[in-house]
């Protein structure tokens, strides 16, 4: 059965490890995911882009291919269903589908419109008992269309933000989406412990984890980072595992041209990431 991130990312921020978010976009994502988490004991968030979810026919397609694996591979462990930068349209359609976990960016708005859209979705999400992230500060890179240069968030803007009720907040602290250039000049840390001190013991969301080194994940779960995102990792797990498997010729052997057969190297290189990242930040074990 699908949860509200609430309960687990409460404990993440106060066990100082963080729960990891993993975007799916097909079964093999889903289901490599779902099998990691409960190998390892492990909670887990699976997000889902506005695009993911169009892709995969739609997000009550989604909620029912996750919830028929929560019963079939017979998952224990919490899992939440998260709509990953929606918009508010998108957050109310995940709504009704069945998410159990919304996110809405209204980072590219003004504030005060910011504040009141995520004020509509705070009372919806509260009466339906599901968790909701907010953002503030754009992650650099592209998300489904928004653009942001990974500036850096006003601590002011977030405890206002947060002051709403959500559950957790993402605060952009020089964190982009993607593949980091060479140039990258690192998180600010600064930005996240005078947004720490505003916002008190909401629990921070880190976006863009693909690529951020071992020791700044660590600092920024010190720091209160309760929840990480990690998306292109997986995907550049799952392209090189099928390209080897292809230039090594094996699906021109006997039935390798077999879908199951095809991605399974690819299935295995996401349990493997998935695996390191949960032990990196610290959440094995921790059902």
Avoid at 37 to 55: D, F, M, N, R, W
Wanted: net charge negative; with cysteine; glycine share 12%.
């Amino acid at each position: 059965m699908l949860v509200s991130a609430k309960e687990m990312l409460n404990k993440a921020r106060d066990g100082k490890y963080a729960v990891g978010q993993f975007n799916i976009n097909n079964l093999e994502w889903t289901k490599a995911i779902l099998l990691t988490a409960q190998e390892q004991q492990s909670p887990v968030i699976l997000g889902v882009s506005e695009g993911a979810g169009k892709y995969m026919c739609g997000y009550r397609t989604v909620v029912g291919m996750v919830n028929g694996m929560l019963q079939e591979l017979n998952i224990t462990v919490p899992v939440a269903l998260h709509l990953d930068h929606g918009s508010f349209e998108g957050a109310k359609a995940c709504i009704n589908a069945g998410f159990s976990s919304i996110m809405f960016d209204g980072s590219h708005y003004p504030i005060a419109e910011n504040i009141a859209k995520t004020t509509q979705l705070v009372h919806t999400c509260d009466v339906l008992g599901l968790s909701l992230e907010a953002e503030v500060g754009s992650i650099g890179g592209e998300e489904d269309g928004v653009i942001g240069a990974g500036e850096c968030a006003d601590p002011d803007e977030c405890k206002a933000i947060a002051d709403l009720g959500v559950t957790m907040l993402a605060a952009g602290i020089g964190n982009i989406h993607g593949k980091y250039p060479e140039n990258w000049a690192g998180l600010s840390f600064e930005t996240l412990a005078a947004v720490k001190e505003k916002v008190g013991d909401m629990p921070l969301v880190l976006h863009g984890g693909t690529g951020i080194p071992a020791d700044m994940i660590k600092k920024a779960i010190s720091l209160g980072v309760a929840k990480i995102n990690v998306n292109t990792e997986c995907q550049l797990a799952f392209q090189a595992a099928t390209r080897e498997y292809i230039e090594a010729g094996k699906d021109l052997q006997g039935k390798g041209f077999d879908p199951r057969k095809l991605l399974a190297p690819g299935f295995e290189a996401i349990k493997a990431t998935v695996k390191e990242k949960m032990e990196l930040f610290g959440s094995i074990g921790k059902a």
